[in-house]
């Protein structure tokens, strides 16, 4: 699989291509979907789930299928309320170590999330064997974040605080959710997934220390757990390139703030990175996308190791066919290459 290749910096004729939430409202196909079914109607049921997952492999010519789910989706496991309305997700925070005591310290993968599970292992029959097929979970700290803070306050105030004014509960949280989503990958692994990425999407708002002690470790232990290779993103990554890499993925998943070459430069050429196109590049002309998609590739060079993506998520407002383009000229720069 190309993608696997890259994961292990072996050559490949062209560098493998994604896209984060790529099957998303951006698609005609899923906004049609969408007016019969709702979000959750997708994460409870298998068929529905599988359909979803495969309609940009339908559409595109990507190198990686990932199963259609929510990081936080385990987080119901623990006995939190969460809906997902029109305008994101809805959870109902616990407000004081009363609540969080009330909350379910379990976690079985394979009884809790059955519709991922047998959806990674219906898509890995369905997709081609030559593409890879991806399963995911948030890191710890990035879970604690949803978890305490329920609808996201003005500057995560809500999850600093609780670090701040009761660590240790923190880390009780944190060494749950280790174990949990460590569990949990290595389930996915086990249902078909033959890459999974840990997404940490919040560790951004740390600072060095604090990252030390609160998700560096964590993220590192789900990690370990994991027996495919793993790709880490943290959305906001540039003060944290260096201790990132010791969280010990096989690749580390890079937004469109850092350019790749600085990055390379800024950690060990022993793993791999992702990325890293700015989402909203995706609506310039064509001739603008494919100069832009040019650079991105130039400046990661010319050896292996490079998968590339967007720096984050698709966003709903892009043209369907600048994806088109996007593939296109990441295809086009590796016959160039050649």
Known sequence: MLLLD???LNPTPRRPVWIMRQAGRYLASYRKLREKYSFDDFANQVDLAVQVSLL?????????????SDILLPLRCMGLKLSFEETGPVIVAPKTL???????FEFDPETQTPVIMGS??????????????????GAPFTMLVYLLEGELSKDLGVVRTWLRKDPKTCHRLLDFLANAMGN???AQARAGADAVQLFDTWASILGPADYEEFALPYARRVIS?????????????GSLFEQAQAVG????????RTPLGEARNRISQVVALQGNLDPYHLLLPRAQLREAVFEMCN??????????????????????????????SVHEWSQVLA
Do not use: C
Request: zero cysteines.
């Open 6 to 8: 890259t994961l292990e």
């Open 56 to 68: 940009p492999l339908k559409q595109y010519e990507l190198d990686a299928a990932i199963v259609f």
């Open 98 to 104: 009363e609540d969080i005591n009330k909350l379910k």
């Open 120 to 137: 990674l292992k219906e898509l890995r029959k369905q997709i081609p064997k030559e593409k890879a097929l991806l399963g995911f979970a």
């Open 184 to 186: 949990y990958l290595d």
């Open 225 to 237: 757990q994991v027996t495919v290779p793993s790709v880490y993103y943290i959305n906001g990554m």
């Open 249 to 256: 993925a096989q690749a580390l998943s890079v937004d469109w």
């Open 299 to 328: 400046s990661y060079g010319k050896d292996p190791g490079h998968i590339v993506n967007l720096g984050h998520g698709i966003v709903p407002n892009i043209p369907e066919e600048s994806v088109s383009y996007f593939i296109e």
